[in-house]
């Protein structure tokens, strides 16, 4: 029904910068909030930011501390993720998820929809 695909992680040394992107597609993509998970080796998946659908609302894990930034453009069905001053502990995949804002901000367990994920590596 709703189908999301990932892009722009790739490779930063700490300090670094990443935008990742999730494009959207199926339903239409103002219906939902959206988020970000990510999951490194051996943790649990946990969440990383949400938006509400019209972007006016923004959350994110106590982890970011202000580094990074959730947005969404509805006019290209596109959730964007910013995240600057990485270090090597924010290596994961991270995932995309649309549902309602509330089921994003409960955790990951009762989302309905996931990107595929993208891999971000922060090396040191």
């Known amino acids: 029904q709703v189908q999301l695909v990932e892009s722009g992680g790739g490779l930063v040394q700490a300090g670094g910068s990443l935008k990742l992107s999730c494009a959207a597609s199926g339903r239409t993509f103002n219906t939902y909030g959206m988020g970000w998970f990510r999951q490194a080796p051996g943790k649990e998946r946990e969440f990383v930011a949400a938006i509400s659908t019209s972007g006016s609302s923004t959350y994110y894990g106590d982890f970011v501390k202000g580094r990074f930034a959730i947005s969404r453009d509805n006019a290209k069905n596109t959730v964007y993720l910013q995240m600057n001053s990485l270090k090597p502990e924010d290596t994961a995949v991270y995932y995309c998820?649309?549902?309602?804002?509330?089921?994003?901000?409960?955790?990951?367990?009762?989302?309905?929809?996931w990107g595929q994920g993208t891999q971000v590596t922060v090396s040191s």
């Open positions: 998820a649309a549902d309602q804002l509330r089921t994003l901000l409960a955790g990951p367990t009762s989302v309905r929809y």
